[in-house]
């Protein structure tokens, strides 16, 4: 057997050893915290200067002299029109990169509010639509399911 001194000596170093492995854990967790704060403080910053451009734009096409380099003075929009493969079309402009999407359906019995939202968002989308341009619309093939019954 042991002498007592050593084993209380020895429960020592192992306190101290699993004091030293928590201390350790608990600073590569605040660590990755601080990182993960960090990531997502630079994701919303580029978010807002992303919208705060978007809402800047005029969303024309350039023109001549300075003003039209920055804010674009041709008579026609810098937007393109898109048919993705599944259906919906996009409208892209190429200034700032804002996309007008189609709302997303209504679910059975939405509230007033809801219904207020989809009306101000499809407006704004048709208004997109709608924006001049000499540009050609892009788009892919749809998808169609094609039935052959008697391969069937």
Request: glycine share 6%; hydrophobic share 30%; with cysteine.
């Amino acid at each position: 057997m042991a002498d007592p001194k050593t084993q209380e000596k020895l429960q020592e170093l192992q306190l101290e050893e699993a004091l030293e492995v928590a201390q350790e854990r608990r600073q590569r967790r605040a660590g990755r915290e601080n990182k993960i704060k960090a990531i997502e403080f630079a994701l919303a910053r580029d978010r807002e200067q992303e919208k705060r451009k978007q809402e800047a734009c005029v969303h024309r096409k350039g023109g001549k002299g300075k003003d039209g380099i920055y804010n674009g003075n041709d008579a026609n929009y810098a937007v393109i029109t898109h048919t993705l493969s599944h259906g919906p079309t996009i409208v892209v402009c190429q200034r700032c990169g804002k996309i007008w999407e189609p709302p997303a359906r209504l679910p059975k019995g939405a509230s007033k509010e809801l219904r207020a939202q989809y009306v101000e968002q499809m407006a704004e989308y048709r208004k997109a639509l709608a924006l001049p341009t000499d540009n050609e619309p892009s788009g892919t093939v749809i998808f169609e399911i094609i039935r052959n019954d008697e391969a069937a």
